[in-house]
């Protein structure tokens, strides 16, 4: 006979570590997801298409989500971080007894993050070609709004005329 979950588990209803391990992920997920949208949403007077292709949220709906989520995952990452101190602490301790194996995989990391944040922050390409590309894309929006608009003035200027001449008979 199998054991009961529920009574290995001390009749838990919810697993402490693997509640914070789906939260680190779909909150990473989201956060993923919403700058995505916010590097590539147009201004928040965007027509109305454009508004269902982000799942019909504002682009302020968009930042407050990305906010809050955000805030979540650095809450949850501290809380996983607490669960699993002993863990954690024990990892630690061997690398610094053995010497952390990984010295040039860390060495890179650091590099390549540090040549990223100092090209994008001295506008070199390849970097800052991300930037000018989400210049060019809320761009190509601004544009399409300008033609909607323009293009909705002349629709009701037409309506306007129709209806003042059967006005006029």
Same mark, same amino acid.
């Given at each position: 006979? &199998?054991? +009961?979950?529920?009574?290995?588990? #001390? +009749? &838990?209803?919810?697993?402490?570590?693997?509640?914070?391990?789906?939260?680190? /992920?779909?909150? $990473?997920?989201?956060?993923?997801?919403?700058?995505?949208?916010?590097?590539?949403?147009? +201004?928040?007077?965007?027509?109305?298409?454009?508004?269902?292709?982000?799942? #019909?949220?504002? =682009?302020?709906?968009?930042?407050?989500?990305?906010?809050?989520?955000?805030?979540?995952?650095?809450?949850?990452?501290?809380?996983?971080? /607490?669960?699993?101190?002993?863990?954690? %602490?024990?990892?630690?301790?061997? %690398?610094?007894?053995? #010497?952390? +194996?990984? =010295?040039?995989?860390?060495?890179? $990391?650091?590099?390549?993050?540090?040549?990223?944040?100092?090209?994008?922050?001295? &506008?070199?390409?390849?970097?800052?070609?991300?930037?000018?590309?989400?210049?060019?894309?809320?761009?190509?929006?601004? =544009?399409?709004?300008?033609?909607?608009? $323009?293009?909705?003035?002349?629709? %009701?200027?037409?309506? #306007? %005329?129709?209806?003042?001449?059967?006005?006029?008979?």
């Amino acid at each position: 006979m &199998k054991p +009961n979950s529920d009574k290995s588990k #001390g +009749n &838990k209803i919810v697993n402490k570590k693997g509640l914070t391990t789906f939260l680190l /992920f779909l909150s $990473a997920l989201i956060v993923s997801v919403s700058g995505i949208v916010l590097y590539l949403s147009p +201004n928040k007077h965007a027509p109305m298409w454009v508004k269902a292709l982000f799942c #019909g949220l504002e =682009k302020d709906q968009w930042k407050d989500v990305h906010t809050v989520i955000s805030v979540l995952f650095i809450i949850v990452a501290l809380v996983h971080l /607490f669960l699993n101190w002993r863990i954690f %602490r024990s990892y630690i301790k061997s %690398r610094i007894k053995t #010497g952390l +194996n990984l =010295k040039w995989e860390l060495i890179v $990391a650091c590099l390549i993050v540090a040549v990223m944040i100092a090209g994008t922050i001295m &506008k070199l390409p390849p970097f800052y070609t991300v930037i000018e590309t989400r210049k060019i894309v809320k761009e190509h929006f601004k =544009k399409y709004e300008r033609q909607h608009k $323009a293009e909705m003035r002349r629709l %009701r200027r037409a309506r #306007g %005329r129709s209806y003042n001449n059967y006005d006029t008979d």
